[in-house]
């Protein structure tokens, strides 16, 4: 299949994952990081409100479970795997993942906000968790040692954001830099408006991704045009 946006770095298919991702290489992916269906649902409010194909509670983790399948071949042996998830969701993102890798732990960006619900009775949902899992072989992160949770990165204003549930480009940054080594390949298959993808070329670092609706693939390959490297890749 021909690209939808393609450069030196990154290239962005206009596909179901599940089709695409039979395609990619055997053992090339070093990261795979992604913010899939949550399974609930969701419909947005405000400028970016819309809701996301394939969120119902049974299809959502059909879906993922599916794309996990197409994915596991072209995963590297020493893959790091990143999976965002709803805290009500967590087991079947669980499941899902640990037929392929092995869970590491679950990270939690705190987002340092309020969110919507139960303002009376319960507690704010400020936060969101990441599933963090690994294949076969160990490879070490990079850097010192983290605590999982993240703070410090603040969610995208709805009044700028593309997407309904687009993830701060600083935070997948992050992950990318502690996962990813120099001349690796990050794979986000449902890529959204791009956070992952602009993430990994600003850190010099090659990317794919697939989306399914193209008024996201527009707004990402918008966005990957102004997004330029940073500086040279960081050692690994």
């Known amino acids: 299949m021909k690209p939808y946006f393609q450069n030196d770095l990154v290239t962005l298919y206009l596909a179901d994952c599940r089709d695409q991702l039979l395609d990619l290489p055997s053992a090339s992916v070093d990261v795979l990081l992604t913010d899939p269906p949550y399974g609930m649902a969701y419909e947005g409010r405000g400028r970016s409100a819309a809701a996301i194909r394939a969120d119902g509670s049974r299809q959502g983790m059909r879906v993922l479970r599916q794309a996990l399948s197409a994915a596991s071949a072209a995963l590297a042996p020493d893959v790091h795997a990143y999976v965002y998830c709803h805290w009500e969701s967590w ?8 037929a392929h890798l092995r869970p590491k732990g679950a990270l939690i960006w705190w987002k340092a906000r309020g ?14 968790v990441v599933l963090h899992a690994a294949g076969p072989t160990r490879r070490p992160l990079v850097g010192k040692r983290l605590g999982a949770v993240l703070a410090g990165f603040a969610p995208v204003p709805s009044r700028v954001r593309t997407h309904p549930t687009e993830k701060p480009v600083e935070l997948q940054r992050l992950l990318i830099e502690r996962s990813c080594p120099v001349g690796g390949l990050v794979l986000d298959p449902f890529a959204g408006s791009g956070s992952t993808l602009v993430a990994a070329q600003q850190l010099g670092r090659r990317a794919v991704g697939m989306e399914l609706e193209e008024r996201y693939c527009e707004a990402a390959a918008r966005r990957l045009e102004l997004a330029l490297p940073e500086g040279p890749p960081k050692a690994a």
């Open 91 to 98: 087991p079947d993102f669980y499941d899902a993942t640990s």
């Open 115 to 128: 969110g919507m619900g139960d303002c009376a009775a319960s507690y704010a949902p400020d936060y969101e």
